[in-house]
């Protein structure tokens, strides 16, 4: 099966520039203005990315989706998870993921992975971080679709458990990726 891999926010054309609206660190938002942001760039990626691939017949792997702005905004941010739900259900035409992948580790361990600058949301208290994973554990509880995977040890590490999950979820689909 060929496989797409993508990012969102981002993706498209209007998803980068949205993309780079939002984690500017120059720019203060508030928390409705920051999902609509990511809203309108899924929207986009969903329309002209993953609908067309999955369309044609191809695995669409995404570096983020629906349950980043459920833990960002609607927990962390407090906007409420069923607003955030009927939001982006609304902008992604209902499109729902057949798995997610969460990488458990510490905020403090994420945070330090990241190279060069901080940008707007790596800029954020350690306090919203905590919230953060609070709420990403919340709904790793409460969401069938969650594969929760460890993301300590090096980068080959964690891909391999990442693999081995998907490949005991469906059989044959991941095995080729296994080194």
Avoid: H
Avoid at 100 to 118: F, H, M
């Amino acid at each position: 099966m060929r496989c797409l891999m993508a990012r969102e926010p981002g993706g498209t054309p209007g998803g980068e520039r949205i993309r780079d609206v939002v984690l500017d660190p120059g720019l203060e938002l508030g928390a409705e203005a920051e999902l609509l942001l990511y809203l309108a760039s899924r929207a986009e990626f969903v329309s002209r990315i993953v609908r067309p691939a999955l369309e044609g017949g191809r695995l669409v792997i995404a570096d983020r989706y629906e349950l980043s702005t459920l833990a960002y905004q609607g927990l962390a941010r407090g906007l409420g998870l069923e607003k955030v739900r009927r939001l982006n259900r609304w902008a992604t035409g209902g499109l729902k993921p057949d798995a997610v992948v969460l990488l458990r580790v510490d905020p403090s361990t994420g945070r330090r992975r990241k190279e060069g600058a901080p940008d707007r949301l790596e800029s954020e208290s350690g306090e919203f971080f905590r919230r953060v994973a609070e709420a990403y554990d919340e709904l790793a509880r409460n969401e069938p679709e969650v594969v929760v995977v460890d993301g300590d040890g090096s980068a080959d590490d964690v891909e391999r458990r990442v693999i081995d999950q998907l490949a005991s979820r469906w059989p044959g689909t991941f095995d080729v990726l296994r080194r």
